[in-house]
Each structure stands twice: as C-alpha cells, then as structure tokens.
Nanobody, 124 residues
C-alpha cells in the first residue's frame, strides 16, 4: 500500500510561485508513475501533470504548460510540482496521485493511490 502526503500549499498573489511536494511511503516509489490533479468545489477533478517512473517523461495539461514543472526524487520518495506565474484560476485543492503502471494511467484519472489534497489559493 502506498500512502501519499501533500505539502506546500498556501496563499500567494497572482504572478507568484508555490512548490507542492508529495511524500510517498510504502511500496517502492521508484516504480510508480506520479501525477498531480486539482479540483474546485462543485467541479470534477482535473489532470494537471504526470511523470513516468524514471522521470524522463512528463505530461501537462495545456493550461499549465510553460508555468508548472513536475519532477521527482526517487531517492527521497518525493514528487514535486513547481508552480510559477500563478493565476487566480489556479486556485484549487491539489491532489497527488500514484500508480504502478504507466503515466497514461495517471493521466486518464484512474491512478490507484491518492493523497488527501493541499489547498492552493491565488489572490488577484
């Protein structure tokens, strides 16, 4: 069983930056694809970014390309989402996700493990 704990959320002004971290425990982290999703109240959870187990392949939703960067440190069992040039519309609860399969499983929104979420609020 994999447990995921997010940290690094908070309040930031538009144009600012935040770095989310996801600490994983349990199964070998290095064999899992990782990803980030976000969800606003009353809306469906949406894909933000994903990274393959090796870190060589990354995927982003169009809305965050060029502003967000996903990365991972397999030695530290952590994944990160660096968020720059934040906009008010980036305000959401951000969830870390993990799956032992390919990154495509994460992108499709069906990963086997989820974190509990971290609030990100961007003020205008």
């Amino acid at each position: 069983q994999v447990q995921l704990i997010e940290s690094g959320g908070g309040l930031v002004q538009a144009g600012g930056s935040l770095r989310l971290s996801c600490a994983a425990s349990g199964r070998p982290f290095s064999t899992y694809a990782m990803g980030w999703f976000r969800q606003a109240p009353g809306k469906e959870r949406e894909f933000v970014a994903a990274i393959g187990w090796s870190g060589r392949t990354t995927y982003y939703t169009t809305a965050v390309k060029g502003r967000f960067t996903i990365s991972r440190d397999n030695a530290q069992n952590t994944a990160h989402l660096q968020m720059n040039s934040l906009k008010p519309e980036d305000t959401d609860v951000y969830f870390c996700a993990a799956d032992p399969g390919a990154a495509r499983t994460v992108i499709d929104g069906t990963p086997s493990h989820w974190g509990h979420g971290a609030q990100v609020t961007v003020s205008s």
